[in-house]
């Protein structure tokens, strides 16, 4: 095991409520927060890794998995640190060595709303963006070597009861619950914005805050032929880690 201060991680699949949550992170004031910086140099690094590489796609050099992991061990030698990002990028980087430097946590959607909402923004996004399999891959490493689940947040249960689910959250992973977090002013994300400048983030630039919502569904049915396929193969992914989500009493 990695001596020293570890990093808590939040691990996450796209569209599925993981930057409002880190938005609350930023809101307690007692870390320093990185939003999906393994996310950025798989999407825009020097060698970018994304399936839907242009010739024309953004390139940042100097811009690698070993720089932004350098920067993160930087950041949690000097106080408590906190991360978001998915799964899905951590291909270069996978192993007990990498992992063992983490508290790890989930949190997960149903794939009808992350891939619907996916559609809207890229409908020609890759299987692989959608993130379910690898996020499951990890979640299941990490029970297998420690023996116990890593603590998995539902967005719909978040939304519902965000204090509840939150507290319970912030218990499992061994941090105080700051409730006053959860409310924010709207206004610029710019702290969140590397990708696009941000056009992810329009509910989230619009919020105050991590306010109780109705539960919804999403008829996949009607989606068109593309998601329901993806859903088909993102659906048991899902419904696995489901079934080992906090739950608030």
């Not at 060698?47 to 950041?75: E, H, I, N």
């Not at 499992?172 to 696009?196: K, T």
Request: aromatic fraction near 14%.
């Amino acid at each position: 095991m990695t001596s020293g201060r570890k990093i808590l991680a939040l691990w996450a699949v796209p569209r599925s409520t993981s930057t409002a949550f880190e938005w609350m992170m930023r809101m307690r004031g007692d870390m320093t927060c990185f939003h999906e910086p393994f996310g950025e140099v798989w999407y825009q690094g020097e060698s970018p890794d994304w399936p839907r590489l242009q010739p024309d796609s953004v390139r940042t050099p100097g811009l690698t998995y070993q720089s932004a992991w350098a920067t993160l061990k930087a950041a949690a030698a000097d106080g408590p640190v906190f991360i978001k990002d998915f799964p899905l990028y951590l291909d270069a980087l996978w192993g007990d060595e990498f992992f063992d430097r983490f508290i790890h946590s989930f949190i997960i959607r149903d794939p009808a709303k992350t891939l619907t909402s996916m559609f809207k923004h890229w409908p020609d996004f890759h299987i692989k963006e959608t993130g379910f399999a690898e996020q499951r891959s990890l979640f299941d490493h990490l029970a297998y070597q420690t023996g116990t689940p890593p603590p998995v947040i539902d967005s719909d249960d978040l939304l519902e009861d965000p204090p509840g689910v939150v507290a319970a959250w912030c218990q499992a992973v061994g941090i105080d619950f700051i409730e006053s977090a959860l409310r924010w002013e709207s206004g610029a994300r710019d702290e969140v914005s590397w990708w696009d400048g941000g056009s992810f983030h329009e509910n989230l630039r619009n919020s105050r805050g991590l306010e109780p919502q109705a539960r919804t569904y999403v008829d996949i049915t009607t989606a068109p032929e593309r998601v329901q396929e993806a859903y088909e193969v993102t659906r048991p992914h899902y419904d696995h880690l489901f079934a080992h989500r906090l739950r608030v009493r």
